[in-house]
């Protein structure tokens, strides 16, 4: 049961009161400074960013995009949002490498900065409230703790792809949220005490949070892969189902703490917004409500539990938003033929001894650790992580009387990761840095809790503890600096992947292939094509996939383009893994637009521009503001002697582009087909102002003009 804590009597200095943030704050920056001057990479950054331009203003239709797109998989309105305010702010030149990256970059640290000093104000008030008498009697040592647990969760190497990849932003958007979240619980838990017997204000508030949820489902339809629509209940059941969630959220809390609690409900939405793994701080709550603050008692656990409704609620709409935004990728979900249940298991053991174990040792860390195609349960990686787990849950078990803190961090982990263990698997990766990013946060807050049980057991236990704090940061900084540097620009990401990593898996081959489009050197690039294409037409001896002949489609595109004239049949080879991909992609309900787009490309390449036309077309009807369309199709056109139609994409992707070259050349050639003079002199004028010596412009522009 939780007390009011008593104010500090005086003794806090103010390095305690103010420096301790401060400082963190610092260190998260040094950390994470590299960042600063890094560019978008090729994983991910230029699909999501530089090729898309809904996300690019603060329009009712941006808005709307944001908040019913699952492009690139996840649901995430709020981390669009950011984007949407850095490019209002900064702008973002997608022709010019991208100039602006690192103010996006930025962003991303100035949020994770954020995150932190949540992690700090939610462990500095958990320690006042599992030990209220060292507010008054220790307060710098709570401090210190507190300060402690968010260096070892904010200055990590581990949360390097969070902060680093721009594509990330989501975690640290979520991770913001959560971290306060947690913070408004404590003052809710402080002022509401033990809950309330189960009554009628909680009963009203557990139905309306159900009445929320299904007003919510019959209001948004999922039946589309690509967006969400409106269901039969439309914008008015909507309407309601917020308002039915307000009604809960007033009913579910204490009165005498009623601000509070809906401060953690707003700010628990916000992250759910960010991102959906943030649906387990319902759960968190929960966890605290068994220790530290012991608030579930005998004959109240119903109480507690309806206490949380409209966060269950939450959670189980997000986990369905979550659920539709991963099915719009093609081929992310892993079959249980292709990924059977004992391998699901063994990936799941796997993953919980390699979050810990990184924790611990951040070391090799790479940005993608590959799906093996078949996982052995003889393989000591798979039953040795099993047997760690087992052990360390053995242990909390047995030691929850006396350090009940390190079953709730072992519970609350577990819960945090549980969704991205591979039951049900997306994407070709193992583990992944970025999903510790939330889950190690029960392991920080730790911290905080071992301090009291350790100062009252080791007489000597203070001056190591203070040592420990000293030392951590100037372990940690050093090792972040270093793994932010990774993740610079494309070259070097993928060199540091292929250095740590020399096992030849499948994921590694098709990362291989996009780390060869960051490659300045064109012999590397041709040997980085060559080898990884050796590696994936092995592989689809075995599993044909659809993805699979699409990244081998891509391999031979990019040999194509080294050289076109001599590398001709590469362009043929290319159409024909990618008609594969397409029609195995429809055969097994796996298709997406994308499929028509690199159809489309596929055979201008190879040619036959006329071909590819059709495809190209669906893609633009699905994507209308994304430029490699809109080009792709108005190059297309032109090609297929069909000059007007080419003219009208042509002018509606140097909309999207005005400063791309070949945009505004070919849309001159098609002025020059239909005879409008004007129209090809001011298109081949605008090529020379972006490109001064450009010499088809030059020698078209004279021609047209008679000059010389």
């Known amino acids: 049961m939780i007390e009011p804590t008593a104010a500090p009597r005086g003794g806090v200095t103010w390095l305690a009161r103010l420096g301790f943030p401060l400082l963190l704050v610092v260190l998260v920056f ?160 402080e002022r509401a005490h033990e809950p309330r017997k189960f009554g009628r204000s909680l009963a009203v508030g557990v139905v309306a949070s159900a009445l929320a949820a299904i007003l919510f489902f019959g209001s948004v339809s999922f039946a589309e892969p690509t967006r969400l629509t409106w269901g039969p209940l439309g914008a008015a059941g909507l309407a309601a189902a917020s308002l039915a969630w307000v009604v809960a959220v007033g009913a579910s809390a204490c009165a005498r703490a009623r601000a509070a609690f809906a401060a953690a409900a707003l700010l628990v939405l916000g992250a759910l917004l960010g991102k959906g793994l943030a649906l387990v701080v319902p759960m968190w709550f929960v966890i605290l409500d068994v220790w530290p603050f012991r608030r579930i008692v005998r004959g109240k656990l119903l109480a507690t539990l309806a206490e949380k409704a409209p966060f269950f609620a939450l959670a189980l709409v997000f986990a369905a938003i979550a659920g539709w935004g991963q099915r719009g990728v093609p081929g992310v979900y892993a079959s249980f033929e292709d990924h059977t249940l004992l391998e699901r298991f063994l990936q799941a053991g796997f993953g919980l001894a390699f979050y810990v174990r990184k924790t611990l040792l951040p070391v090799d860390l790479v940005p993608l650790v590959g799906l093996p195609e078949e996982l052995l349960p003889s393989d000591p990686r798979y039953w040795g992580a099993w ?15 006396r350090a009940p803190a390190l079953l709730a961090a072992c519970v609350g982990f577990v819960l945090a990761v549980g969704p991205v263990l591979g039951f049900t698997q997306a994407g070709p990766q193992l583990v992944a840095d970025r999903y510790s990013y939330l889950g190690c946060l029960p392991f920080a807050l730790l911290v905080v809790a071992a301090l009291p049980w350790a100062l009252e057991r080791f007489a000597g236990a203070r001056a190591v503890f203070v040592i420990a704090g000293l030392v951590l940061p100037l372990a940690l900084v050093p090792m972040t600096r270093a793994q932010t540097a990774v993740w610079h620009d494309t070259d070097t990401l993928w060199r540091h992947a292929a250095a740590v990593d020399t096992q030849s898996t499948l994921a590694r081959a098709l990362f291989a292939i996009d780390r060869a ?92 521009a006329a071909d590819g036309v059709p495809h190209l077309e669906a893609f633009v009807a699905a994507r209308p503001k994304h430029f490699a369309g809109r080009y792709g199709l108005g190059f297309a056109l032109l090609r297929a002697e069909r000059p007007g139609e080419a003219r009208d994409e042509l002018e509606r992707a140097v909309e999207l582009e005005p400063r791309h070259v070949n945009a505004w050349g070919n849309l001159a050639l098609a002025a020059e087909k239909l005879g409008d003079r004007a129209r090809a002199l001011e298109a081949y004028r605008r090529v020379l102002e972006l490109e001064p010596h450009h010499p088809t412009a030059r020698a078209r522009l004279a021609a047209l003009t008679g000059g010389g």
């Open 30 to 189: 040094v950390g994470f400074a590299p960042a600063f001057g890094a560019r978008f990479v090729n994983w991910d950054d230029e699909a999501a960013l530089l090729a898309t331009y809904d996300w690019r203003g603060l329009g009712g239709e941006n808005l709307a995009w944001m908040f019913t797109t699952n492009w690139m998989g996840p649901y995430q309105p709020l981390a669009w949002f950011t984007y949407a305010l850095d490019h209002a702010a900064v702008g973002l030149d997608s022709l010019n490498s991208a100039p602006d990256a690192g103010r996006y970059h930025a962003t991303n640290v100035v949020l994770h900065a954020l995150a932190a000093l949540g992690v700090y104000l939610t462990a500095l008030r958990l320690a006042w409230l599992a030990r209220p008498n060292w507010r008054s009697e220790r307060p710098d040592v709570v401090r210190f703790a507190a300060f402690v647990a968010a260096v070892g969760f904010a200055v990590h190497p581990l949360r390097a792809e969070s902060v680093a990849w721009v594509t990330e932003r989501r975690d640290v958007v979520s991770g913001a949220f959560v971290a306060f979240a947690l913070w408004a619980w404590t003052f809710y838990v």
């Open 387 to 401: 047997l760690g787990v087992l052990v360390v849950a053995a242990f909390s078990v047995w030691q929850r009387r």
């Open 517 to 608: 489009g960051g490659l300045s050197d064109p012999a590397e690039r041709e040997r980085v094509l060559e080898s990884s294409i050796v590696i994936v037409e092995e592989t689809l001896k075995r599993h044909q996939k659809p993805l699979l002949l699409a990244g081998l489609a891509y391999a031979y595109q990019r040999l194509w383009e080294l050289d076109p004239p001599r590398r001709r049949a590469d362009a043929e080879r290319a159409l024909e893994a990618m008609r594969l991909a397409d029609e195995l992609a429809r055969r097994n309900a796996q298709w997406n637009v994308e499929f028509a787009f690199n159809l489309g490309t596929a055979y201008v390449n190879a040619g036959r």
